[in-house]
Nanobody, 123 residues
């Protein structure tokens, strides 16, 4: 069973940057698209960004385009989310997940979720 462990969250001021990491165990990591999702208090979990199994394709929610960058290091079984120009509305618990393909991960992530990492952006 693949386990996902997110890290890198914290409390920052608006305009700052953070880099989140998601370490995955298991061989299944290399054949899956991977993505980041977030859940703010009182809101449903939403898609943030995804990267294809090869790392050659990426996708982003409109709200983070131009500010966030997703990447993966298959040698380390790890994906990253570089978050720049953070805004208070980016405050949420961030989770990573797997998907069958980059085209479907946003609506149909598969497998279990990690514990998430809290990102808090103050104004």
């Amino acid at each position: 069973q693949v386990q996902l462990v997110e890290s890198g969250g914290g409390l920052v001021q608006a305009g700052a940057s953070l880099r989140l990491s998601c370490a995955a165990s298991g061989r299944a990591f290399v054949s899956f698209a991977m993505g980041w999702f977030r859940q703010a208090p009182g809101k449903e979990r939403e898609f943030v960004a995804a990267v294809s199994w090869s790392g050659g394709a990426t996708a982003y929610a409109d709200s983070v385009k131009g500010r966030f960058t997703i990447s993966r290091d298959s040698a380390k079984n790890t994906i990253y989310l570089q978050m720049n120009s953070l805004k208070p509305e980016d405050t949420a618990v961030y989770y990573c997940a797997r998907g069958r393909a980059i085209a479907t991960i946003a609506s149909n992530p598969v497998g279990s979720w990690g514990q998430g990492t809290q990102v808090t952006v103050s104004s």
